[in-house]
């Protein structure tokens, strides 16, 4: 599965979806979810779930999702210099 462009395999992608329940961004968690079950390419995630995982990910983030926490921050530092929220 893809996120933020990132390719993530599916015991990431529950992790990430632990995470997220823990962190109190249930539809997130429950996006990821369905994708999975679906084994969709690309889980329709919105600008908020992105922003969500980066603040759920944090300064703790696990080894096996390091790289899409780079992303979501590149993505996030982008839209920001672009003027965007």
Not at 38 to 56: G, N
Request: include cysteine; charged fraction near 25%; glycine fraction near 8%.
């Amino acid at each position: 599965m893809r996120i933020a462009g990132v390719r993530v395999n599916p015991p990431a992608v529950r992790l990430l979806a632990q995470i997220m329940d823990d962190a109190g961004y249930p539809a997130t968690a429950a996006t990821l979810r369905q994708g999975i079950e679906l084994k969709a390419l690309e889980p329709a995630l919105t600008l908020e779930d992105h922003e969500a995982m980066l603040l759920a990910l944090g300064d703790h983030c696990p080894t096996s999702l390091t790289r899409l926490r780079r992303e979501l921050l590149e993505d996030d530092m982008e839209r920001r210099l672009a003027g965007g929220t």
